[in-house]
């Protein structure tokens, strides 16, 4: 089975702080992405992956950015983290193939404060 | 990609078949039916997806009506290990960016 591995389950930040939230894939996924969940929002798309080096927009990508350098990490990075940005992130694969399912890491609960 | 309408919660009986709804009236040709849970502090879950057959899985089976408007999740056995949110997501097989609804949340009562 893929696994997706979310390098912190929780996290505690100060405001202004740059944080990072690591995800890696055991498999060879082409696609990665990151989502927040919050409470009467569901899981919105912050920004996706097709290949090494390339990103996309999604639905909210104010205040973050992504990094991916190798196939199988994707970074997503809190610039100067704000506490508007307390929330649950999860990271997501799927390969290639448009009719795959994505597999989803455990989350982090970040918490800035 | 199409968008989903969902009942907000739902109630089954432990060991009684759960049927979940979803409604895609404007579901386009090329749009494949996708079904996730997300079960309390866990990422979601895949759990089935069709285009216009009925498909089985050993988790749940997906009916999807002739016209493809709508669906149904039929978790045949359901378990307590069943309460969840269920997620019904229509999209562009190519189209690898999931947006996900408010999912219907599931309880099963023993």
């Known amino acids: 089975d893929v696994k997706v591995t979310q390098s912190s389950r929780y996290l505690v930040k100060r405001t202004g702080e740059k944080v990072f939230l690591e995800c890696v894939q055991d498999m060879d996924h082409e696609n990665m992405f990151w989502y927040r969940q919050d409470p009467g929002l569901g899981l919105r798309l912050i920004y996706f992956?097709?290949?090494?080096?390339?990103?996309e927009k999604g639905d909210i990508p104010e205040g973050y950015s992504v990094s991916r350098e190798k196939k199988e990490r994707f970074s997503l990075i809190l610039e100067s983290a704000s506490t508007n940005q307390t929330s649950m992130y999860l990271c997501?694969?799927?390969?290639?193939?448009?009719?795959?399912?994505?597999?989803f890491g455990s989350g982090t609960r970040l918490t800035v404060v | 990609d199409a968008k989903t309408t969902q009942p907000p919660s739902m109630d089954c009986a432990e060991g009684r078949a759960a049927n979940l709804p979803c409604n895609h009236s404007?579901?386009?040709?090329?749009?494949?039916v996708y079904w996730y849970r997300q079960i309390h502090s866990q990422g979601p879950q895949y759990i089935i997806h069709g285009l216009k057959n009925n498909e089985t899985n050993e988790m749940a089976s997906l009916i999807i009506t002739e016209d493809r408007k709508s669906s149904t999740l039929i978790l045949p056995h359901a378990t307590l290990r069943d309460t969840a949110v269920y997620y019904c997501?229509?999209?562009?097989?190519?189209?690898?960016?999931?947006?996900f609804g408010a999912g219907t949340r599931l309880t099963v009562k023993p």
């Open positions: 992956s097709y290949d090494v080096k390339m990103k």
């Open positions: 997501a694969t799927s390969t290639g193939q448009g009719r795959s399912g994505y597999t």
């Open positions: 997501i229509v999209r562009v097989a190519g189209n690898n960016d999931m947006r």
């Open positions: 404007t579901i386009s040709g090329n749009e494949y």
